[in-house]
T-cell receptor
């Protein structure tokens, strides 16, 4: 049982390049989230999805786009990478956003923008 | 704005030396308070959810408690394998970032247990 799987695990980009991070979950969860984790800061929500075909902005959405074409996959895109986007990106999923439902996390993608 | 503050930022203990980690929060209506454990190079691993003041939950050497303003993670007779960063997060009734119920995280407490 894989849970939440993120690919790639590591990536180095040059400023201005684009890339897509993939998150896949095998728990049939409706809700999926993208967070970023930076040194000295808590995880911050970038975008989220409440179901297939839907996406919405979180706390820090600028510079990112997302898509949820299939229920099990949630993609995070950087159209023109900037050094400020150097971070560790975590995907999470839950079967419901309601009261106290646990979010399950992947092991992250470590992204460096030079 | 929802806020979560964890203290201390780092804590070094001897094996067997019990202690507590603090999570203070301000939130517009608490739906749930979560504790996660994060090992280096890994994603957060769920430990506990607390819903209302007075609630307590235990798992092995860990015990989480909740009041109206803070939560404590008590570690009893810790072992080196308990070394990790412990994250606290809250889920508000109305997410200040807009829309669905994302979590607001604290910065974490980095715990080291020395043999």
């Amino acid at each position: 049982n894989a849970g939440v799987t993120q690919t790639p695990k590591f990536r180095v980009l040059k400023t201005g390049q684009s890339m897509t991070l993939l998150c896949a979950q095998d728990m049939n969860h409706e809700y999926m989230y993208w967070y970023r984790q930076d040194p000295g800061m808590g995880l911050r929500l970038i975008h989220y999805s409440v179901g297939e075909g839907t996406t919405a902005k979180g706390e820090v959405p600028d510079g990112y786009n997302v898509s949820r074409l299939k229920k099990q996959n949630f993609l995070l895109g950087l159209e023109s990478a900037a050094p400020s986007q150097t971070s560790v990106y975590f995907c999470a999923s839950s079967y419901s956003p309601r009261m106290g439902v646990t979010q399950h996390f992947g092991d992250g993608t470590r992204l460096s923008i030079l | 704005e929802d806020q979560v503050t964890q203290s201390p930022e780092a804590l070094r203990l001897q094996e067997g030396e019990s202690s507590s980690l603090n999570c203070s929060y301000t939130v517009s209506g608490l739906r749930g308070l979560f504790w996660y454990r994060q090992d280096p190079g890994k994603g957060p691993e769920f430990l506990f959810t607390l819903y209302s003041a007075g609630e307590e939950k235990e798992k092995e050497r860990l015990k989480a408690t909740l009041t109206k303003k803070e939560s404590f993670l008590h570690i009893t007779a810790p072992k080196p394998e308990d070394s990790a960063t412990y994250l606290c997060a809250v889920q508000a009734r109305k997410y200040s970032g807009g829309g669905a119920d994302g979590l607001t995280f604290g910065k974490g407490t980095h715990l080291i247990i020395q043999p």
